[in-house]
């Protein structure tokens, strides 16, 4: 085996990752398609009050859980996050089962991606294929991936700073609109205190059972945030960089998506039938371009595509690099095959990124194949997988923090502390289980009750459950006591 041989596989993951970077990352992956279309059908659904209630308390749920990533990471800097933590805090079966969740969610994330790619490049050029543009962008993101750590974080700071100019010239735009400074005259409160014929009226629509509904989506539109966790293991200063990002979060929640919200609300009734239409083949229908629009900027539509064109593959960059980070720490420790843990010369884990890869690409094709339905059930299967995550980390800190105390270590050593422990963790973890079991409620409230959506839309729960309690009959693994959580070796396992 020569030098170049022997490097690839013992190499090590690179600390290259910039504090504009990690800001970036953090920022990216709380912007995406979902606050660009999705946002208009929880508006739609729960009314502009409504909507800024699930929003606004989706959004806690992020903050409490970024900061209890953070004073994990920052002590702990782990390409695996909180799978690292879950197996030497709280059972490596939980490790393994939460691992292997996360890594599949961003798979079938990465061929959403590449299928809404197509449908994106289609509004330019309506008579070309979508699947020669799909498999282009895969290329393309898994050559940033490919080269370096540091190539990933360079190309989603430049997609995350489109998202983040455009989405303020937005909110800049929508408050002109509203005191009739654009647009022609003012709008006044008229849509907060609408009525529909069907006796809903704003600012509430729906009540209570609304905004849990709403809960889901405005769940997903915040996913991606804890990526910042992962790309800890490679940020040049993450005591100075993960802290940065992590206290960023709750401003940026706060300003670009409540601020979003509420502008959406008073410029667009919640009657309007073209907030139902969120997909991203119909892109005249976003609620920013549809407010774009009304203020007298003609290109609108074309704008907001290119922008959603950037937060796709912003996404799916995210995905490639989660997916493989993931894998690369669960091979370091024996709990995916060991040829996954391969490092090359640039600090890249190859195998584990042409590996989720393959995979996404494999059900990017299952999307094309019939109508599509053994895709249909791998993204209905992955839809809250992301709320198990944060269960997982809610879970990981509250016994981190137990453990650290019961060990007699002082807290002022933490180089990051969160806010408000055990409320923040105890919250999320109160939070995360409602929406796994109550937001999808939609299925039972159906004329006829359907099997095949009761299973893609629940079944993730049972199948995270096998993949926990199979690795733990077969380890014997049981539960790290307090006093024997390694926080000593912890780091030096991954």
């Not at 920022?27 to 209630?53: D, E, H, V, Y």
């Not at 989506?217 to 040049?236: C, H, I, K, M, N």
């Not at 929640?253 to 409540?258: H, S, T």
């Not at 407010?291 to 609108?300: L, N, P």
Request: glycine share 10%; hydrophobic share 50%.
């Amino acid at each position: 085996m020569g030098k170049l041989d022997k490097k690839e596989q013992v190499g090590e993951l690179q600390r290259n990752l910039k504090t504009r970077h990690m800001n970036m990352i953090a920022i990216g992956g709380s912007i995406g398609t979902g606050l660009f279309f999705t946002s208009g059908n929880t508006i739609s659904a729960a009314g502009p009050g409504g909507a800024i209630a699930a929003y606004a308390i989706m959004g806690i749920l992020v903050y409490f859980l970024m900061t209890s990533l953070g004073e994990m990471a920052t002590m702990i800097p782990s390409s695996g996050s909180f799978e690292t933590y879950a197996s030497k805090f709280v059972d490596p079966a939980l490790g393994f089962a939460l691992g292997w969740n996360y890594w599949f969610n961003w798979a079938i994330t990465v061929a959403a991606e590449l299928v809404a790619a197509g449908f994106v490049v289609k509004f330019w050029l309506p008579n070309t294929g979508t699947t020669i543009w799909s498999v282009g962008f895969l290329a393309i993101l898994f050559g940033l991936n490919l080269l370096s750590a540091k190539a990933y974080g360079e190309g989603e700071y430049w997609f995350a700073s489109i998202k983040v100019v455009t989405i303020i010239i937005f909110l800049i735009v929508g408050v002109l609109m509203i005191f009739g400074i654009m647009g022609g005259h003012s709008v006044g409160f008229s849509n907060w205190v609408l009525k529909d014929g069907k006796g809903n009226s704003a600012p509430f629509v729906g009540g209570g059972v609304a905004i849990l509904m709403s809960f889901l989506t405005a769940g997903f539109s915040f996913a991606g945030t804890e990526v910042v966790g992962l790309a800890a293991g490679e940020s040049e200063n993450p005591e100075k960089d993960v802290p940065k990002a992590i206290n960023s979060v709750f401003w940026r929640i706060l300003i670009f998506y409540i601020g979003a919200i509420i502008v959406i609300g008073f410029i667009i009734p919640f009657t309007n039938p073209n907030l139902l239409k969120n997909g991203v083949s119909e892109v005249a229908y976003s609620p920013f371009t549809i407010v774009f629009k009304r203020s007298g900027i003609a290109a609108a539509a074309s704008i907001m595509n290119a922008v959603i064109l950037t937060s796709v593959l912003s996404c799916g960059n995210s995905g490639l690099y989660a997916g493989s980070r993931m894998l690369y720490a669960m091979a370091k420790q024996g709990k995916a095959p060991k040829m996954l843990g391969k490092i090359n010369k640039r600090g890249v884990p190859i195998n584990a990124l042409i590996f989720t890869s393959v995979i996404a690409s494999t059900a990017f094709f299952a999307s094309l194949i019939g109508d599509g339905k053994i895709y249909s059930i791998l993204y209905n299967l992955s839809g809250i997988t992301t709320f198990i995550t944060w269960l997982g980390i809610a879970i990981c800190h509250y016994r981190f923090r137990k453990a650290y105390v019961a060990q007699g270590r002082k807290l002022e050593a933490l180089k990051y502390k969160a806010l408000w422990y055990p409320f923040g963790p105890i919250l999320a973890m109160i939070l995360c289980t409602v929406v796994l079991f109550g937001s999808n409620i939609w299925i039972f409230q159906a004329k006829t009750f359907s099997f095949f959506d009761f299973i893609t839309n629940y079944g993730s729960i049972p199948l995270f459950l096998c993949f926990y309690f199979v690795y733990k009959k077969m380890h014997n693994t049981k539960i790290v006591s307090l006093m024997e959580c390694d926080f000593e070796n912890a780091e030096k396992s991954i």
